[in-house]
């Protein structure tokens, strides 16, 4: 079966960092645009940063352009969020997701969509 498994997330300070990573399966993963989407307490969906299948082509929303940085790692079927300067409002379940193209932004245009996980960021 299709997976998109999370992890990394956790309760941090502000200004601190964290790493979440993503491990892809059963899916062709250098196809697909890979996105890491937030949702925080009592608001909808927001997009975050998405990466072209090749790994050369980033995008970010303004609230974490220079703070936050994605990668992938095609050999291992991995895409990374490498999050710094975190801030109380970052605080959110963060998912990654499998995009057909770089045009995703509602959760049903997304091919494949993970469960997770959270991160907390509060003093």
């Known amino acids: 079966d299709v997976e998109l498994v999370e992890s990394g997330g956790g309760l941090v300070q502000p200004g601190e960092s964290l790493k979440l990573s993503c491990a892809a399966s059963?899916?062709?993963?250098?196809?697909?645009?890979m996105y890491w989407v937030r949702q925080a307490p009592g608001k909808g969906l927001e997009w975050i940063s998405k990466?072209?299948?090749?790994?050369?082509?980033?995008h970010y929303t303004d609230s974490v352009k220079g703070r936050f940085t994605i990668s992938r790692d095609n050999a291992k079927d991995m895409v990374y969020l490498q999050m710094s300067s975190l801030k109380p409002e970052d605080t959110a379940v963060y998912h990654c997701?499998?995009?057909?193209?770089?045009?995703?932004?509602?959760?049903?245009?997304?091919?494949?969509w993970g469960q997770g996980t959270q991160v907390t960021v509060s003093s």
């Open positions: 990466i072209n299948g090749d790994g050369d082509t980033t």
């Open positions: 059963e899916f062709a993963f250098t196809y697909y645009w």
């Open positions: 997701a499998a995009c057909a193209g770089s045009y995703c932004s509602v959760k049903s245009q997304f091919s494949f």
